[in-house]
């Protein structure tokens, strides 16, 4: 897993995948139409008045989140957020793998496409599903016909930053038809490591325990550096270790206390380089 000049690098680099190296909308907007193929297959969605997909590509347009279309209780919480917790309260004691959660406050589209379609009557697996069926018809349509695209110059800070750094990637999308998108990227063997299915939030310890383990040397908490464009499962571990972190706040949301707070992967590709730049001097 790791390079012959592996001896020399002593620190490392967390990186999200979706909405930190993967950018476009049309992921989220096909995993909001497979949603909404379920959710019109069960005879459920009706109380939206509207497609998740429509919802959700407004939301873009406009770039906020707080779409009218989701339901509170009287305290402000969102329906689908209460909901899932008393799911979740009644499935703790099954020795099973955790769904992701509904997220509240909301980061990105895919949590505004998961709230809504939970709260139209899909439960956390079923959503799992739209999300897993999402992609495969992306990649069987062709990725290179959709918005999917890389930052600008991502290739070349990456080459550049595993002089000084271990590289890992750490994504919930499914190990299984992942290659194409980093084809389409431009970013096969641009990781040390590629870490898929990681359950974050739940998982990210594990991923980053993993991650650590595939280092020349052990890792000091100072000198891990996590980057991505969700607080809680991107970077709230590492800045409880007590590493750096960054965070992609794209539609300034404002959560999280994250080291660096930034709207583009542009300034966080100069936070990483000075990161970087520090940990050679």
Same mark, same amino acid.
């Given at each position: 897993?790791?390079?012959?000049a592996?001896?020399t690098?002593?620190? %490392?680099? #967390?990186?999200?995948?979706?909405g930190?190296?993967?950018?476009g ?5 096909a ?10 297959? *069960?005879?459920l969605?009706?109380?939206l008045? *509207? ?8 939301? /873009?347009?406009?770039?906020?989140? %707080?779409?009218?279309? #989701?339901?509170?209780? !009287?305290?402000?919480?969102?329906? &689908?957020v209460?909901? !899932? =917790?008393?799911? +979740? ?5 099954? !020795? ?5 959660p @509904? ?7 895919y949590?505004? $496409? ?5 709260q139209?009557?899909?439960? +956390? ?6 999300? =897993? ?5 992306? #990649? ?6 959709s918005? $999917?695209?890389?930052?600008e ?13 271990? @590289? ?8 299984e038809? /992942?290659?194409p ?9 641009a990781f040390d ?6 359950g974050?939030p739940?998982?990210m ?15 000091a908490? =100072?000198d891990?550096?996590? @980057?991505g !464009?969700?607080?809680l ?8 270790l007590?590493g750096t972190? @960054? %965070? #992609? ?7 999280? &206390?994250?080291?660096? =707070?930034?709207?583009? /992967? ?10 970087a730049q520090?940990?050679?001097?």
């Amino acid at each position: 897993m790791l390079r012959k000049a592996d001896v020399t690098r002593t620190k %490392l680099l #967390i990186l999200d995948f979706d909405g930190t190296l993967c950018h476009g909308d049309d992921p989220v907007l096909a995993y909001a139409a497979e949603a909404d193929a379920m959710l019109a297959e *069960r005879g459920l969605g009706r109380q939206l008045r *509207r497609s998740v997909r429509d919802i959700t590509a407004e939301a /873009f347009v406009s770039n906020q989140l %707080l779409v009218p279309e #989701i339901a509170y209780d !009287d305290a402000g919480v969102p329906l &689908a957020v209460l909901a !899932d =917790r008393a799911a +979740a309260q009644e499935t703790a004691a099954q !020795d099973t793998a955790k769904p992701h959660p @509904v997220s509240w406050p909301l980061q990105d589209g895919y949590q505004l $496409v998961q709230l809504l379609a939970q709260q139209a009557g899909l439960s +956390a697996a079923e959503t799992g599903l739209a999300f =897993r069926a999402a992609r495969r018809r992306l #990649i069987s349509q062709g990725l290179a016909h959709s918005d $999917v695209h890389a930052p600008e110059g991502v290739d070349q800070l990456l080459q550049e930053l595993r002089e000084s750094a271990v @590289v890992v990637l750490i994504s919930n999308s499914p190990a299984e038809g /992942f290659e194409p998108w980093l084809q389409v990227l431009g970013l096969e063997g641009a990781f040390d490591a590629v870490i898929n299915g990681a359950g974050k939030p739940f998982g990210m310890p594990a991923a980053v325990e993993q991650a650590c383990a595939g280092t020349a040397h052990p890792v000091a908490a =100072r000198d891990i550096l996590s @980057v991505g !464009d969700i607080w809680l499962n991107d970077l709230a571990y590492v800045d409880e270790l007590g590493g750096t972190t @960054v %965070l #992609i706040d794209r539609f300034g949301t404002g959560l999280g &206390a994250p080291t660096h =707070r930034v709207a583009t /992967f542009e300034a966080a590709a100069s936070a990483m380089r000075a990161w970087a730049q520090s940990s050679a001097e």
